[in-house]
């Protein structure tokens, strides 16, 4: 289990982009032409909303990632970790980083 101060940024706020995950998931447009069996290798989420963003591919660079948002409606895009980390719920919550995902196709999250 890891500890608070490995969760944590900071400011108190959970450290969404840890050095495995930056790592370990690929460059932006890599996984291009895999559709449905692209892998997602990050888990974000609105503990006080429905809103979750899957991660396939980022850009340290830029800051960028492209996965699927699940929001308002389910699609494809890019968001930013920048937005992400400043970003508040509806009762002020920040997001997080799932910290039990594990890496898995993209059509095991489009059911």
């Known amino acids: 289990m890891k500890s608070l101060a490995e969760?944590?940024?900071?400011?108190?706020?959970?450290?969404?982009?840890?050095?495995?995950?930056?790592?370990s998931i690929p460059a932006l447009y890599s996984q291009d032409g895999l559709g449905d069996d692209a892998i997602v290798h990050a888990k974000f989420f609105t503990p006080d909303s429905s809103w979750t963003w899957y991660a396939t591919e980022y850009d340290p660079g830029t800051r960028t990632f492209f996965g699927l948002v699940d929001g308002l409606d389910r699609e494809l895009g890019y968001f930013s970790l920048d937005e992400l980390e400043g970003a508040r719920g509806l009762?002020?919550?920040?997001?997080?980083?799932?910290?039990?995902?594990k890496p898995t196709k993209l059509s095991e999250l489009q059911g």
């Open 7 to 23: 969760r944590i940024g900071g400011e108190g706020d959970m450290k969404l982009m840890t050095r495995v995950i930056e790592d």
């Open 91 to 101: 009762m002020g919550l920040p997001i997080e980083r799932d910290l039990h995902f």
